[in-house]
């Protein structure tokens, strides 16, 4: 069993950042790889960006390359999403979720366990 709890959403103008974090619980983190997904009011729920258990692996979206970046530290049990370069568009609940080994997926079914998410709020 693993708990996310995702923090660092806000309300920011075009063009800034944020820095979103997802604390999980358990000693077994190193074992999940993970993701980022978002919801926009209305609209399904998107991939984002996904680690693999070592850091070794990330993946995009392309709307979101060379602005937003996927890390985890593994002795914090923290992954997180550096964003830059926000856009109106980018608005929306942002959640960190877990799958069981190594490689991450993009699909959101792949994985097994959700935080709640942290809402992203960007204004024109």
């Known amino acids: 069993q693993v708990q996310l709890v995702e923090s660092g959403g806000g309300l920011v103008q075009a063009g800034g950042s944020l820095r979103l974090s997802c604390a999980a619980s358990?000693?077994?983190?190193?074992?999940?790889?993970m993701g980022w997904f978002r919801q926009a009011p209305g609209k399904e729920r998107e991939f984002v960006a996904a680690?693999?258990?070592?850091?070794?692996?990330?993946y995009y979206t392309d709307s979101v390359k060379g602005r937003f970046t996927i890390s985890r530290d593994n002795a914090k049990n923290t992954v997180y999403l550096q964003m830059n370069s926000l856009k109106p568009e980018d608005t929306a609940l942002y959640s960190c979720a877990a799958r069981r080994g190594y490689v991450p997926s993009e699909y959101d079914s792949e994985y097994a366990y959700w935080g709640q998410g942290t809402q992203v709020t960007i204004s024109s």
């Open positions: 680690i693999s258990w070592s850091g070794g692996s990330t």
């Open positions: 358990g000693r077994t983190f190193s074992s999940y790889a």
